[in-house]
């Protein structure tokens, strides 16, 4: 029987490794420990289930950014910028 987590370690830390809907997660765990490890693999797979977490957004885009930016600054919108 296959796994769903797999966890190996690499370097110093462990590191795990699933697919999810055919979409392949892998990273560090940032654990020493084999059973810290396993439960932050285990709920970096539910989150990757889920939708939810770090692992499934996007990077917000530079006019989002800049949208953030503006309003936080007290300017109401984007900025438009004639080409040169």
Do not use: H
Not at 29 to 52: D, H, P, V
Not at 61 to 67: I, K, P, V, Y
């Amino acid at each position: 029987m296959r796994k769903l987590v797999q966890l190996f370690s690499k370097e110093r830390f462990y590191w795990y490794d699933f697919k999810v809907r055919g979409k392949r997660y892998r990273g560090p765990t940032k654990e020493t420990n084999k059973k810290r490890a396993g439960r932050i693999a285990g709920l970096r797979f539910s989150q990757a289930i889920e939708g939810t977490g770090v692992l499934d957004r996007k990077a917000p885009g530079l006019q989002e950014l800049s949208t953030r930016f503006l309003a936080s600054n007290g300017q109401c919108g984007p900025v438009e910028v004639e080409p040169r």
